[in-house]
């Protein structure tokens, strides 16, 4: 997956998947959140807009932070634009990596505790968690477009697993 190149990789002006998932770090990084869904010269909503929940602009600024740390250079307001070095590329891919060990992982031993019986064979059970772990959609999309699809995933299946194991208040809080 990661040695083909990427959705839009070298195509300006928009430069495809990467570059959205890219901008948006850059944009909740270099802005307060009041400003992240709001048109200005700092945040032309017309280039990669933020057009995800709240949620999800927080989660492209724990990355963003991190991208900081590591490759200061593809987070810069305004000079980051189309910024594809192979370094900032390796820190895009390991962000999806981390962030699907982090909450899709987790979500998808949950629902499999959740609906699973205490009669069904262990085998069945892990049978039942290595094939959410490698769903091959979610590892090509996410892992392949620099896609963070695995978080939400995540958090739904590890609802669904607190609520048929009626915990539905941390169910409806996930």
């Known amino acids: 997956i990661a040695i083909f190149p990427h ?13 959205a998932q890219r901008h948006w770090m850059e944009i909740t990084t270099a802005l307060p959140p009041l400003q ?13 807009g933020l057009d995800y929940p709240p949620l999800t602009a927080y989660h492209s600024y724990v990355l963003g932070r991190g991208g900081h740390l590591v490759v200061p250079q593809c987070f810069e307001l305004h000079t980051s634009r189309g910024h594809e070095s192979a370094r900032c590329r390796l820190f895009m891919r390991a962000s999806v990596i ?9 979500g998808a031993a949950c629902a499999v505790w959740g609906f699973s019986s205490k009669q069904e064979a262990a085998k069945v059970r892990v049978l039942a968690l290595l094939t959410l772990w490698w769903l091959p959609p979610l590892l090509l999309i996410d892992h392949g477009h620099f896609q963070y699809n695995g978080v939400c995933f ?16 941390i169910g409806s809080l996930l």
């Open 7 to 19: 959705s839009g990789e070298g195509k300006p002006p928009m430069h495809g998947d990467f570059e």
């Open 36 to 48: 992240w869904y709001r048109n200005s010269s700092n945040n032309d909503l017309l280039y990669w």
């Open 98 to 106: 981390l962030s699907d060990l982090i909450v899709y992982l987790p």
């Open 154 to 169: 995540g958090l739904c299946l590890a609802a669904a697993g607190c609520v048929a194991r009626r915990r539905i208040l």
